[in-house]
């Protein structure tokens, strides 16, 4: 629990140390009354919490504190606050009773799909499950050989076809394979690309096509994986997957090379999607699974 912890204060680092250094310069200048109330705005919109969050939060905030004393009450009430914005579960991930479960793995190029399979089957075998990779991204060169690598390194076995061949199948097999070796969780790499590239999106729905028709009830999870130091375009590129391809879960990657960490805060709110994990960094184990609390007192903690 108190490496878990660690973990994510680490990771959210960047986005505290610079939450925290301009809400304290605030109370330095003495800044007040409306001015500190448009100052706080500023602080939580260049974090990218959202204008909608931002301004639902001051609004909240106002009616609870007239006068703002210090800066531990304001700390206090915009941890609170921040929290109600967040589902209250649905956080972890879907199991099933008659395995495996396919998780299938989506996101547009390199925000950490194939980082974050690994990492996901390293955590799930570390708790004891049986796990099966696919890599089922036979459009970028060398993508197979990457996940062949991480999947040595974590001893996970993988399935795969040659450079080219056509995704769907890649999966059928797979979850075959599975199905056949008792395996607990199939986790799924797929390619990347702009999400604005139609082939992608139709390329997916084939995937989920193939999966659903051939396997009905073994497809558990999509989980859509978004890099935070992308902000704000994470969100667009979210809505367009949600939209066309049905989206379980969120993975939210690299949230340590950004200051704008309030992000998480706008794409759970704004999708109501739960946010599942979180990536902190280039190992294995810097993954974990998302704690709205956690997240919130790392954020405000000094
Ligand atoms: N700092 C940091 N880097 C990360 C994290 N997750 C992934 N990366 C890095 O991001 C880069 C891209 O990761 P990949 O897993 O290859 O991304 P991808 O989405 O599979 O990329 P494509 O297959 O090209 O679409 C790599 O250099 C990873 O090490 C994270 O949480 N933190
Ligand atoms: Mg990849």
Redo the contacts with the bound molecule.
């Keep these: 629990m108190l490496q878990k912890t660690k973990g994510i204060k680490l990771g959210l680092f960047k986005t505290r140390t610079s939450v925290l250094e301009k809400i304290s310069n605030l109370f330095k200048k003495e800044t007040e009354g409306e001015n500190l109330w448009d100052e706080l705005e500023q602080i939580l919109i260049e974090a990218d919490m959202g204008v909608g969050v931002t301004k639902d939060v001051l609004e909240n905030l106002r009616k609870h504190v007239r006068m703002i004393a210090d800066k531990e009450e304001i700390l206090n009430s915009l941890e609170k606050e921040l929290l109600g914005n967040f589902l209250h579960d649905g956080r972890s991930l879907n199991s099933s009773t008659t395995p495996p479960a396919v998780v299938l793995m989506l996101g547009v ?1 390199g925000v950490g ?2 980082l974050t399979t690994s990492k996901l089957a390293y955590k799930l075998k570390k708790e004891g499950s049986k796990i099966l990779l696919a890599a089922s ?1 036979t459009f ?1 060169a060398a ?1 197979i050989e ?2 062949g690598i991480l999947s040595k390194k974590i001893e996970v076995d993988m399935i795969k076809h040659s450079y080219g061949a056509d995704p769907a199948a890649v999966c059928y097999d797979a979850v075959e394979a599975a199905k056949a070796r008792g395996v607990d969780f199939l986790i799924i ?1 797929t ?2 690309r702009s999400h604005i590239d139609k082939n992608l999106m139709e390329s997916l729905k084939k995937i989920r096509r193939v999966i659903d028709s051939r396997f009905p009830g073994m497809l558990k999870e999509i989980l859509l994986v978004l890099d935070a130091t992308t902000g704000q375009n994470a969100l667009s590129q979210a809505k367009t997957f949600v939209d066309s391809l049905g989206v379980t879960g969120i993975v939210m990657t690299k949230l340590d090379g950004t200051a704008k960490g309030g992000i998480i805060v706008a794409i759970e709110k704004e999708l109501k999607i739960p946010i599942k994990f979180i990536g902190t960094g280039e190992n294995l184990e810097d993954f974990e699974v998302f704690d709205p609390k956690v997240f919130v007192s790392s954020l405000f903690e000094e």
Excluded: E, H, M, Y
Aim: aromatic content about 0%; overall charge neutral.
């Design positions: 190029n799909k194939t991204d970028r993508a990457q996940l790499d390619a990347g």
